[in-house]
């Protein structure tokens, strides 16, 4: 997805050209006041008349930081041909302070935008921030906090030791002065080839993504040896060069929380809905009844 004011770039509009000459390209305003507010109304109205047979429903609801301050709203029901269905209604903009009870009004408007009764709510899963947990309970609706989420905060707080948070720092500084040379990139590239390594690169943690941390480490040690090559070879970079300990401490980590990353990775690309007695757990793909059937069949046999 780019920003319509891609229309009107030269770089752009030369590549229109040449995939087609004869192609008239539709105006930024034509987009902005024509194109996206029809699409907008067709998709709502679909989407509404399906909401119109939901008996009762599920929900997920996240807050995030951005320029814009976004928070959005999905909605998981089985519809009449017992199809699960997973619908993101809105990701709007909320300049509000991000307060237990203004979530919770926000919350209550964006559900009635859209004719959901509240009594036919099931669930709102949420990560485990106060604010989201008080909102919830100042609308009395049922609240199950994320598994990962909270699968994840428990890691964090494992691992909260002086040793670790020193091996990681050197982690992270190494990687970073890769990051912002291409010379020691190019170096690497060498290394890697002169020693049969996989020709990889570092991968820089992100604080918003979860096991990103996990997965820096893991590279790092991977490329361990490139790694104290080419920072060993510059004496401005010298300094950078992981010690024994610090890469036996790397190694603990990997290997503690490399099954929790994996678990936590196959909970998020869950694809199949399986099914015990009654009970089924919400994915994000739909499956069709016949499809269930099936699956129960062959776990019979």
């Known amino acids: 997805m780019v920003p319509i004011y891609t229309l009107e770039k030269p770089g752009f509009i030369n590549m229109i050209k040449v995939l087609d000459p004869r192609?008239?390209?539709?105006?930024?305003?034509?987009?902005?006041?024509?194109?996206?507010?029809?699409?907008?109304?067709?998709?709502?109205?679909r989407v509404a008349k399906e909401l119109e047979e939901v008996s009762f429903y599920s929900a997920t609801t996240d807050l995030w930081s951005s320029r814009t301050m976004q928070p959005?709203?999905?909605?998981?029901?089985?519809?009449?041909?017992?199809?699960?269905?997973?619908?993101?209604?809105?990701?709007?903009?909320?300049?509000?302070?991000?307060?237990?009870?203004?979530?919770?009004?926000?919350?209550?408007?964006?559900?009635?935008?859209?004719?959901?009764?509240?009594?036919?709510?099931?669930?709102?899963?949420?990560?485990s921030g106060s604010n989201m947990i008080k909102a919830l309970k100042d609308n009395a609706w049922p609240n199950l906090q994320c598994f990962g989420h909270r699968l994840h905060?428990?890691?964090?707080?494992?691992?909260?030791?002086?040793?670790?948070?020193?091996?990681?720092?050197?982690?992270?500084?190494?990687?970073?002065?890769?990051?912002?040379?291409?010379?020691?990139?190019?170096?690497?590239?060498?290394?890697?080839?002169?020693?049969?390594?996989?020709?990889?690169?570092?991968?820089?943690?992100?604080?918003?993504?979860?096991?990103?941390?996990?997965?820096?480490?893991?590279?790092?040690?991977?490329?361990?040896?490139?790694?104290?090559?080419?920072?060993?070879s510059d004496k401005k970079s010298r300094h950078l060069v992981p010690t024994w300990q610090d890469l036996d401490v790397l190694e603990s980590i990997n290997k503690a929380v490399k099954p929790l990353q994996e678990f936590t990775d196959a909970l998020g690309s869950l694809m199949l809905v399986f099914h015990t007695s009654n009970q089924c757990s919400i994915c994000s793909k739909p499956v069709s009844y016949s499809q269930r059937r099936k699956t129960q069949s062959s776990r019979k046999q």
């Not at 192609?23 to 109205?45: G, I």
């Not at 909605?75 to 809105?90: A, E, K, P, Y």
């Not at 002169?194 to 790092?220: A, Y």
């Open 153 to 232: 905060n428990a890691i964090e707080n494992g691992v909260k030791d002086p040793r670790i948070d020193r091996a990681i720092g050197v982690c992270k500084k190494a990687v970073s002065a890769f990051s912002y040379s291409w010379k020691k990139r190019r170096d690497m590239s060498e290394v890697q080839a002169e020693l049969g390594l996989p020709t990889h690169q570092l991968i820089t943690e992100s604080p918003t993504r979860w096991g990103s941390r996990q997965r820096m480490i893991e590279r790092f040690l991977e490329q361990e040896k490139a790694v104290v090559r080419v920072l060993g």
């Open 72 to 127: 959005s709203l999905t909605v998981h029901f089985i519809n009449n041909d017992w199809t699960l269905r997973s619908v993101c209604l809105q990701t709007a903009y909320f300049p509000e302070d991000h307060t237990g009870e203004i979530i919770a009004q926000g919350l209550k408007d964006a559900l009635n935008s859209w004719n959901l009764a509240e009594d036919r709510l099931i669930c709102m899963t949420t990560d």
């Open 23 to 45: 192609y008239v390209l539709p105006s930024r305003k034509f987009f902005s006041e024509v194109a996206l507010p029809k699409l907008y109304n067709s998709t709502r109205q």
